[in-house]
């Protein structure tokens, strides 16, 4: 099983709101990450997790704030976004950091 | 970082066409990956791919780390090969980079 699962699919919400992404996998990997992708754009690094700790964070604003509660689960947590926050957001996850990488589907994210 | 540059950018074919994607990078990489991007957004593995060839259905794919540069051949495309085309590389460091992409429209 090679997948990577990501709900919800769309999400639409206000600049006072605050909602969170979740990505799961149960391939046994050690490593998770964190992309924003805009549009016609490649993804982006925010957050990788390895061993279930913070690895690196790519000076993203603290409005995102992940979370990786076990091996296999790891959470965006978003306060406070600004519309130009809306963008598709992909997690993935590795055997570790230099293996390959698998992605899920990805949330689509519209802030109002 | 390592600089990773795809091209060409963008890519009209006919239906039935071969084509050839290039990925150029500036600096040693410890693998290297290719990947679809559908209209839907999902990346699908293409090829794992540090060194060497290898070949999946109509698709290929080599790599010649000495040199730099990976290249992905798409032989009989199809309208389902529509997308756009990413390499991404692991650097020294283990940061992972995206390279620019290629657009790929097959017209029927």
């Known amino acids: 099983d090679t997948e990577v699962t990501q709900t919800p699919k769309h999400l639409v919400m206000g600049m006072t709101n605050k909602k969170s992404l979740k990505c799961e996998q149960h391939m046994g990997h050690r490593a998770m990450y964190w992309y924003k992708q805009k549009a016609k754009k490649p993804p982006e690094l925010m957050f990788v997790y390895s061993y279930e700790k913070l690895s690196i964070n790519e000076s993203v604003p603290s409005r995102f704030s992940p979370e990786c509660p076990n091996s296999s689960l790891l959470n965006l947590h978003l306060h406070a976004l600004q519309p130009e926050d809306s963008a598709l957001y992909l997690c993935?996850?590795?055997?570790?950091?230099?293996?390959?990488?698998?992605f899920g589907p990805g949330t689509r994210l519209t802030v109002l | 970082g390592i600089q990773v540059e795809q091209s060409p950018p963008d890519l009209i074919l006919q239906e039935g066409a071969n084509s050839t994607l290039r990925c150029n990078f500036s600096d040693s990489v410890n693998n290297l990956q290719w990947f679809h991007q559908n209209p839907w957004g999902q990346l699908i593995n293409l090829f794992y791919?540090?060194?060497g060839t290898k070949q999946n259905g109509r698709l290929s794919a080599t790599t010649v780390a000495t040199e730099r540069y990976s290249l992905l051949y798409i032989s009989s495309s199809q309208t389902t090969d529509s997308g756009v085309y990413f390499c991404a590389v692991v650097g020294v460091g283990n940061q992972f980079y995206f390279g620019t992409g290629t657009s790929l429209t097959v017209i029927p």
């Open positions: 993935a996850s590795s055997e570790g950091r230099m293996n390959e990488q698998f």
């Open positions: 791919i540090p060194s």
